[in-house]
């Protein structure tokens, strides 16, 4: 890319806010802003599976863009998945109609993590690295483009359960079990996690996301002792520079913990009063946290939440507008386009000099 292009990358309202420099609005994008709730989404996967989608580049560039020009947001996210990353250790994947995603040969003994492949990033997950150059070629030029991958503990927690879970109860218990083939699997991981995030900013990231989302099945010391050394090591090997926004969901008791992990922007499920949490995490920026449930409410009830949340973030810079999770499958578009107008008009601020 052009320096004056990356130039004007890095002015953008969401760079900035990654940086907690003063922005003349307040960013906004949604977690899971391309989805089902978007009839052109359903057409393109009317024609192809879930994974197919994920692994042809021209088609999840499509989608990444679409969703960003029609809901008018400040960041657009590579349209993939956390999962990918486990079909090169060696684990079947499958995304199945209505039950989500399943692992048929999940890891339950410890002799089950040796035979784990090490993940050469490059020859395996090309095809997200080439979504992104195409992407990056596709967006307008002053939108930045979100790179993500799970973090090691919600995508060891998918390992182990073989899918979605409750509570994490095979998970915890491997954990406790096996510390040992626990270290070795998170090692694996880890190794995984921060070459293919590296590899997704050398093909045109501005700023990287890790998605820890159900860690929050966790207590504080268990957070240290089992996941803090390998979240902090990957966050530590990104390239130096590049945004890194770290997110879970119930991990209110966590914010302190994995802010010491370490992230730029420390992502706040909707459990959490926003202005409270961010007095907890002295010194990095923040991105949430509206309930996704409000977004299936009237209007008006909407865009009071939506006060409600600028409220509590005091127009200071470094805050990034959010939902506290995924947008629902029954989400109107035309709530998140309101949505984002709102979060735009209110929180414009008259540039200075
Ligand atoms: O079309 C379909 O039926 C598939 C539905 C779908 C979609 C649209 C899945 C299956 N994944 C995705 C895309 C996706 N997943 C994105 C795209 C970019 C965007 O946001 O626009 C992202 C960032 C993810 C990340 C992801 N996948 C997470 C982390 C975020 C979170 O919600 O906490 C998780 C946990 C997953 C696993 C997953 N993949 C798909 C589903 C339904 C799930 C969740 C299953 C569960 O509850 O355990």
Known sequence: MKPEELERLNQSPFMKAC?????????????????????????????????????????????????????GVDAAIIFSDILVVLEPLGMELEFTKGEGPVLHNPIREAADVQPLREVVAAESLGFVFDAIRLTRRELPGHLPLIGFSGAPFTLAAYAIEGGSSRNFDLTKAFMYRHPGAWGDLMGKLSRAVAEYLNGQIAAGAQAVQLFD???????????????????SQIIRQLKPGVPVLHFGV??????????????????????VELDEAWRRLDGVAVQGNLDPV??????????????????QAGGRPGHIFNLGHGVLPPTTVDNVIALVEYVHEQSARPSRG
């Open 213 to 231: 989302s159900w860690v929050g099945c966790l207590s504080p010391s268990d957070y240290r002792e089992y996941v803090f050394p390998y979240t």
């Open 19 to 71: 940086r907690r420099l003063p922005a003349p609005h307040t960013p906004v994008w949604l977690l899971r802003q391309a989805g089902r709730y978007m009839a052109e989404y359903r057409e393109v996967r009317a024609k192809v599976s879930f994974l197919e989608l994920c692994k042809t580049p021209e088609l999840a560039a499509e989608v990444t863009v679409t969703a960003a020009r029609r809901l």
């Open 294 to 311: 409000c977004l299936l409410a009237e209007r008006e009830f909407v865009l009071r939440r939506a006060r409600r949340v600028l409220d």
């Open 250 to 271: 119930g991990t209110g008791m966590l914010l302190e913990v994995m802010r010491e992990a370490g992230g730029d922007v420390i992502g706040l499920d909707f459990h």
